[in-house]
């Protein structure tokens, strides 16, 4: 039977800026389906190696495959966005004068401008496809509001929404729980481990209670590369990562 390839695929991956080494010897693979947290202290480099998936840093040396064929560290970021690597940062970057039906659907067409777009007739795939997506992100009650008036952990849900509707096959997502409150936080590890269930999501995450709702496998970053991986429960009683997060 042939063999499936890791969806992503690091190694050896090392970035310098001025000969310092934010990443250094990075090696990572993320499955079919699976989400993963990374943590570690700031300027572990957790936001380069995000910048090397995208293709928006360039790696010095290593390996960055996607589908097992396709190589990150040459493709431009638009191609790799083209290849189904989606990105959240961690402000929401919503329409706020429009709805969230509307916010959907510009995502949906993309390509066709927002002008065609909010002022051409929905076809009934699109009104499907909003549907379905605001059923995921939990909107549908707020689908004719604005962007602009919903709470911050709506907020961005939508933008997930908006990336979903792009149809990634990976979703990199920064910080998704900042700011929000105690049971937005819930909510959204529950709508991220409900993606999953068809996406692989890598999920940048410093809040441990957040972590732990997400209830994946956890890959601890220190000096630009990988400290410790497995269970929050391992990783966190990991005697080098205690060291790295008490500054010892
Ligand atoms: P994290 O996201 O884990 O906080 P970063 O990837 O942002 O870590 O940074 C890793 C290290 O690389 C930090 O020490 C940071 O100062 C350094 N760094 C990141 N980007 C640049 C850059 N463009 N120029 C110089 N140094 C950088």
Redesign the pocket.
Known sequence: APVTPTLLYLDDITVS??G?R?LNSLSLAIDHAEMRAII?P????????MDVITGKTRPDQGTALFEGSHDLTVLDEAAIAELGIGRKFQTPTVFEMHSVEDNLLLAIKDKRGPFLTLFSRRTTLERERIEVLLERIRLTAHRYRKAGELSHGQKQWLEIGMLLAQEPKLLLIDEPAAGMTDQETADTAELLRDIAKTKAVVVVEHDMTFVRDLNVKVTC?HD?SVLAEGSLDAVSANERVVEVYLGR
Do not use: R, S, Y
Request: overall charge neutral; charged content about 15%.
């Open positions: 800026f001025d310092f934010a570690g700031n300027g572990a480099g957790k936001t380069t190696m970053l630009g």
